[in-house]
Nanobody
Framework: QVQLVESGGGLVQPGGSLRLSCAAS????????MGWFRQAPGKERELVAT???????NYLDSVKGRFTISRDNAKNTVLLQMNSLNPEDTAVYYC???????????????WGQGTQVTVSS
């Protein structure tokens, strides 16, 4: 069994900050890429940020300079620091991990349950 457990969502005013955290647990052999996606009502899920095990990052253009992704490989955790939030950032944020389990010979994508982020005055 593998779990991705997210925390840190909530309600924040425009211009405010939130930090999302996600911890992976279970029979994990190796985690290659971790990241965050989001889905707003009526819209498709979109990639927000990803980070490889080596620390290479990738960001959605609209969050560059405002969001920072980081990870702790020893703890199998990924963080998303979100600053200067605006109402367009309102969405359910999903943790993502591309990883290989102990009992598997290949890597597969795994998702968390999602955490709501609402930016509103």
């Amino acid at each position: 069994q593998v779990q991705l457990v997210e925390s840190g969502g909530g309600l924040v005013q425009p211009g405010g900050s939130l930090r999302l955290s996600c911890a992976a647990s279970g029979n994990i052999f190796s985690i290659y890429t971790m990241g965050w996606f989001r889905q707003a009502p009526g819209k498709e899920r979109e990639l927000v940020a990803t980070i490889t095990s080596g620390g290479s990052t990738n960001y959605l253009d609209s969050v560059k300079g405002r969001f920072t992704i980081s990870r702790d490989n020893a703890k199998n955790t990924v963080l998303l620091q979100m600053n200067s939030l605006n109402p367009e950032d309102t969405a359910v944020y999903y943790c993502y991990a591309y990883m290989r389990l102990m009992a598997s010979t290949r890597a597969d994508p795994y998702w968390g349950q999602g955490t709501q982020v609402t930016v509103s005055s």
